[in-house]
């Protein structure tokens, strides 16, 4: 709004999951026409390619970017890369290094993780391990053998990990540094075999009233400015040309798990049902 003082910008926020049932049933009743939308994963945008309900829009900031982290045909844009990894309290007696760590009988009862029933982002870390060798659906029921608790979304699992209730849990990245820096009792890990990303995408709806105030949103995101507030508050921004945050390792240090997105689509609502018969969520 500063950049844009003619714009003015009002705001739904949830996670993922509630927001996006909330806005199908609005988009049912007719009630809803959002200009925008800035969610966790790039997997939900292409089911609303698939449903009509997005416009392309060939952004000019999109030139300093991987071209992996957009939609070839400007459906959406990545506009930050937010992980998922290992933390632990600062006093917990261990300090796991591995996803298999958690698995553990050391650390049994005393992991806590996000549900991806509720987070967009444990969805995604979902589909990446359960598709990936050395790992699969075996991987699930190992951690509910070792009494792995599956909690609502990422910041139910930051309180836990915090408060010593459950010393160590899966964790998205930001708010364990974030946290961290301001005194709390928690790390965050990397684990040796890498972590799993989403890109907080943005779109335009394909009926959003103001499209061009909606465009240079999307272009704001883009922009050095834009990514220079993404890196401020906290996150890795999706423009390489901007420095991470402080706590943060190298770029190069970090090893991102492969994805499927058009399989981890495929197959969300079997992969929430199997999640929900495993932890009985």
């Known amino acids: ?48 390619i698939e449903e009509d309900l997005l416009q392309p829009y060939m952004s000019p900031e999109r030139t300093g970017y991987d071209a992996a982290l957009y939609h070839p045909e400007g459906y959406y844009y990545g506009t930050k890369m ?9 006093r917990a ?51 509910q053998a070792n009494q792995v608790s599956a909690q609502t979304g990422n910041g139910a699992v930051l309180s836990a990990i915090t408060a010593g209730t459950k010393p160590y849990g899966i964790l998205v990245d930001f708010m364990a540094i974030r946290e961290a820096a301001k005194g709390a009792p928690i790390k965050f890990v990397f684990p040796s075999e890498g972590v799993t990303a989403v890109t907080e995408p943005v779109a335009i709806f394909k009926e959003a009233n103001h499209p061009e105030a909606a465009q240079k949103f999307v272009d704001f995101l883009l922009s050095s400015a834009g990514q220079a507030l993404v890196s401020e508050q906290g996150y890795i921004p999706a423009l390489e040309s901007i420095a991470l945050p402080d706590g943060f390792p190298d770029r190069s240090e970090i090893r991102l798990m492969p994805l499927d997105a058009a399989k981890a689509l495929q197959n969300a609502e079997d992969n929430k049902k199997r999640f929900s018969e495993i932890f009985g969520s």
């Open 82 to 90: 937010i992980t998922t990894g290992i933390a632990h309290h600062t």
């Open 1 to 48: 709004m500063k950049a844009h003082p003619g714009i003015e910008v009002e705001w739904v926020r949830d996670g993922t999951t509630q927001l996006m049932t909330r806005l199908r049933a609005e988009l049912s009743a007719g009630v809803s026409k959002p200009d925008v939308l800035l969610i966790a994963d790039s997997v939900t945008m292409e089911s609303l």
């Open 93 to 143: 007696p261990h300090q796991p290094t591995s996803w298999t760590d958690l698995t553990h009988e050391n650390l049994k009862n005393q992991v806590v993780m996000p549900s991806p029933l509720y987070s967009g982002a444990a969805l995604i870390h979902l589909a990446a391990l359960t598709d990936m060798d050395g790992f699969g659906w075996d991987y699930y029921q190992q951690l």
